[in-house]
């Protein structure tokens, strides 16, 4: 079955593209939604995230304190690679399960900050960029996270750029337009993706 990555800054509208293809009945496994899942209360990371930072690392109710690791992996890049290196096999075992029961001619994995993972890279068949200018990402992520505006944008200068993303893309969604002209662009694609050999 053919893999299509789907990525795109913060705020870009991942989320939007890929409710948009799930739709279709195209089977989507996101990696943010899975790394929420397994540092959830009782998640199968949260040992390892308290064993590797500690008990403020965990919130009351038993989550991985998103705040405090946020605060700690944009200030300290050693601290990221540490969470990264605990999260990250964890979430690729489990998307890459999810992506084992998908049906159909393709499916669709969502990553952040896929132009970065060379493990998600090299299982794509196409890589779909959900592309959005930087103004309009702040804007959106301040609004929607009620982050501020410094928040924001050491997020989106920890991630590839915005011309590194573009570079890589096989496929690329403008969302800056209507969310009818999002879904005529969405159906394009899903129509593409289907009648590929």
Partial sequence: MRIIGLTGGIGSGKTTVSDEFSALGVTVVDADCVSRAVTAPGGIAIDAVRLAFGNDAI???????RKFMRDLVFRDPMQRKKLESILHPIIQKECLRQLSEAKGRYCIISVPL????????QRISRLLVVDTPKDVQITRVMKRNGFPREEVMSIINAQASRTERLKSAD???ENVFSTKELKEAVLRLHVKYSSMD
Avoid: A, R, V, Y
């Fill in 114 to 121: 896929l132009t970065e993972n060379s493990f998600w890279k």
């Fill in 171 to 173: 496929d690329i969604i």
């Fill in 59 to 65: 919130s009351p109710d038993g989550s991985m304190d």
